[in-house]
């Protein structure tokens, strides 16, 4: 009964934990590194064809981004994740694949200049994305799950996105039954749209976010729809488009909902009727998903506005924008407006033509109204720099470049805090991941000192003995190394390999079978290497 962390170890994104229950394979996350990473993560200690199963906190790349390359590389198990979030990966992990293979597409075109560079290949393909979806166990919160003997689950609301969960993780081999709680990304109290956060009253085990473990949220609700009517009023004034990078999913909603209330309240003068543009197709149907999950996901508020008729998230002036040609009319129109654009860090997507157009006029403003991870193009304006390449050009920054105070969907210090303090007995132990270096670090040891919990902060490779309650390996931290052109398989080539991979992993599992089943087994496998000798 084994616990290895793989990633999201010291670094914020690319959240992957591994479990090792008896002869159960099974990995809890398996999402994208997003920005720049400090660390190296370790291999999968199995071939990806061995997992048996996974278990998705929520939607977010971050946690989810990798599935698809998962079942490229020969994953043919079952995804259990909440209803809401089975219904956003259905619309994330096909977006997340026409990325990669739109930027494989414009790489290549790149390289049609210069001779000797091997083709780009995306590191998966939308079939895989698709076969990913169908893999997709829908669960309903707050249901104990029997996945089989050995294993039972339940997801719990944590309120960070529609959908996310606390996943309890309940693990028996031989005599020994542990539980384990993955708290997934722990949401901030009193958020618009989605409840407060759950909570989970006891286990062996914690594995726990601090992405925010070193700051506190204002000790008062903040005024979102004042602070943001203010900003729009300022900038429409001015003759100035107010451009928001914003997730697709959760955060661009939470948008939608403040700009009804000022828009129902009248609290932008002069300008009736502002156009606000959502320029996703993306965010378009992640807010058609957030109108069928009402009644399992809303808060209290946003449920009584559904009672009475309102939609909590459309009004007038409201503009959906999917084609790229509808895209284009949006700078191509002078009248002011506001523009809700992906993705939240500026990294990828339609916002950063935005910022093309938007970024050198100091009429405008840049607005950020969520996370910018280090390295992103997001965090390089927040931090002040004074010119950006965009699309090869150079462009200059003179637009107001602000923040929406106290915008977050992740809990801070003191939320993250009385999450864990919610369990009635001390658990064994608290991991802590999910953070950045130093919050990791600081969170477990504020925990340990303060509260006195056992607390241990992993790096990527740390594997724990869960039967025994001790290590059996303690890693170290790896610095990413840069990159070198290394000779890898690509193409189609490359999904021979992983169909290789797999087999291999049936034929180790295949010990114990009847003789007659594995002569069979044999005979195939000789047929087939005969036929491509």
Known sequence: MRLQFIGAAHEVTGSCHYMQIGENHILVDCGMEQGTNTFENCELPVEEAMIDYVLLTHAHVDHSGMLPLLYAKGFRGKIYATEATADLCSIMLRDCAHIQMQEAEWKNRKAKRHSGIEPH???YTMEDAEETIRSIVPCAYDRI??????IRIRFTDIGHLLGSASIEVWAREENIEKKLVFSGDIGNMDQPLLRDPQMTKEADYVIMESTYGDRLHSAERPDYIGELAQIIQETLDKGGNVVIPSFAVGRTQEMLYFIRAIKGQGLVKNHDNFPVYVDSPLAVEATGIFNRNVGSCFDEEALSLVKAGINPISFPGLRLSITSDE???INMDETPKVIISASGMCDAGRVRHHLK???????CTI???GYQSVGTPGRMLLDGVTEMKLFGETVDVRA???TLSGMSGHA?????INWIQNFEKKPDRVFIVHGEDSVTVSFANCLHDEYGYTTYAPYSGTRFDLANNCFEYEALP???KKKTKEQTPSGVYARLVAAGQRLLAIIKRSEGMANKDLAKFADQINSLCDKWN
């Open 412 to 416: 801070d210090k003191n939320g993250l």
């Open 357 to 363: 157009h938007n970024l050198w006029r100091p009429e």
């Open 327 to 329: 895209s284009k009319f």
């Open 145 to 150: 799950i029997e996945i089989n003997e050995n």
């Open 367 to 369: 607005l950020f109204v």
């Open 478 to 480: 790896v610095l990413v």
């Open 400 to 402: 107001q470049i602000r």
């Open 121 to 123: 290949v995306p590191i």
